[in-house]
């Protein structure tokens, strides 16, 4: 599995857009992108995933830089819902999830 | 309802006490995995369960065991507990390694030893 890094925290405006960056130079072929969320008190909540093309689903949008190098998590319009510790993930098919350290979202009014 | 419940939500035990913890889901997945959560190292993986009698150390296995008899349980052991061990502990399952719908997590369960 490759090693991922993302900032400690960032902030956003509530309805902006946020973009939320993860690297994992050490990627190899077959590792897949995986983006959960934890609230506060909560179990880890699946966001996105993807393998090399740019994903989009009803939570976000994945966008994976074209040597994998890195990728970024997009909130199209923050809430105060969305408030949360953000996992990047990346590992192939014969593993289960590695988590790092996440980014702390905070979302003002 | 689906999901994986974890059992118990809270717990304080002693050191060197034997005490297990549940998990079990109810989707009819393949794969389960114990995670251990800290302050400021994140999610770390323990073991996880490909299938039943099937199962593998995670990056943080020392002190820990599991067994997967059925396909809906997987408990966590701790022969022996320690104060380092004194965690936030996360149960998941999914269909297969890669689902489309991510990894289900449970609820949590929060053991200090003291």
């Known amino acids: 599995d490759a090693k991922t890094t993302q900032p400690n925290s960032m902030e956003s405006n509530e309805e902006e857009p946020v973009h939320l960056p993860c690297n994992h130079s050490?990627?190899?072929?077959?590792?897949?992108i995986h983006w959960y969320r934890q609230l506060p008190s909560q179990g880890p909540e699946y966001v996105i995933h993807?393998?090399?093309s740019n994903v989009n689903n009803r939570m976000a949008s994945l966008a994976i830089a074209e040597d994998r190098k890195s990728s970024t998590l997009i909130l199209h319009r923050a809430t105060l819902r969305d408030a949360a510790v953000y996992y990047c993930?990346?590992?192939?098919?014969?593993?289960?999830?590695?988590f790092g350290g996440g980014t702390r979202l905070m979302v003002k009014p | 309802e689906a999901q994986v419940t974890q059992n118990p939500r809270y717990l304080i035990t002693v050191t060197g006490k034997k005490l297990t913890v549940t998990c079990s889901q109810n989707m009819n997945h393949e794969y389960m995995s114990w995670y251990r959560q800290d302050p400021g190292l994140g999610l770390r993986q323990i073991y996880y369960s490909m299938n039943v009698e099937v199962t593998d150390k995670g990056d943080v296995p020392e002190g820990y065991k599991v067994s997967r008899k059925e396909k809906r349980n997987f408990p966590l052991i701790l022969e022996s507990p320690s104060p380092n061990q004194t965690s936030l502990y996360f149960c998941?399952?999914?269909?297969?390694?890669?689902?489309?719908?991510?990894?289900?997590f449970g609820s949590g369960t929060r053991l200090t030893v003291v």
């Open positions: 993930s990346a590992n192939n098919a014969g593993n289960m999830l590695t």
């Open positions: 050490t990627i190899s072929g077959t590792d897949y």
């Open positions: 998941a399952s999914s269909l297969s390694l890669i689902p489309s719908g991510g990894y289900t």
């Open positions: 993807g393998l090399t």
